[in-house]
């Protein structure tokens, strides 16, 4: 599925050894979403429940400790597994667009995890022409590679390195 997110991205915690998700399934695509997060991530955290609640998501594991807080520190995977299971199921219930919508007005930090392809034809991206058109020598044709990495007036900011070969 072109939509799919592969959901082996995430991360091990240094002290607990518990695997963390970054991406999450929703109902066309697929977000970038931390929601057990420390140092201020309390208020994020709390939000996202009392919007779960609100749409009939709530369960008790969702409160059961200080996720976001002191008790972050001392998870096990089996609790992790629990919490990810029901906010997977309510993100599931979501389109992108939807998600989104509300993690702005919740100041959640949350955003769509986009695909090559959403890049490749990104509005912004074009038109800061991050991508640009770069002919390869070996295949006859010309590519999209990236450009280079910001664009300045003054200075501009020029790629002198040739596009990989085949194998590179």
């Not at 807080?69 to 096990?76: K, L």
């Not at 919740?106 to 955003?111: N, S």
């Given at each position: 599925n072109a939509n799919s997110v592969r959901q082996a991205v995430g991360f091990r915690a240094h002290t607990t050894g518990v695997k963390f998700r970054f991406t999450w399934q929703c109902k066309n695509g697929g977000v970038a979403f931390r929601p057990l997060v420390t140092g201020g991530g309390k208020p994020q955290y709390e939000a996202l429940v009392g919007w779960m609640t609100?749409?009939?998501f709530g369960d008790p594991i969702l409160t059961a400790k200080d996720w976001a807080?002191?008790?972050?520190?001392?998870?096990?995977q089996a609790d992790y597994d629990q919490i990810a299971a029901?906010?997977?199921r309510f993100l599931q219930a979501r389109t992108l667009d939807e998600l989104?919508?509300?993690?702005?007005?919740?100041?959640?930090?949350?955003?769509p995890a986009a695909t090559t392809k959403d890049i490749v034809e990104s509005r912004q991206i074009q038109a800061r022409g991050l991508l640009v058109p770069v002919e390869h020598p070996e295949l006859g044709r010309t590519f999209l590679y990236p450009g280079a990495f910001a664009k300045f007036s003054a200075t501009p900011v020029e790629s002198f390195r040739r596009p990989p070969r085949l194998g590179e």
């Open positions: 609100a749409e009939g807080g002191a008790d972050s520190r001392t998870i096990c029901v906010i997977e989104y919508a509300k993690a702005v007005e919740l100041r959640l930090r949350l955003a």
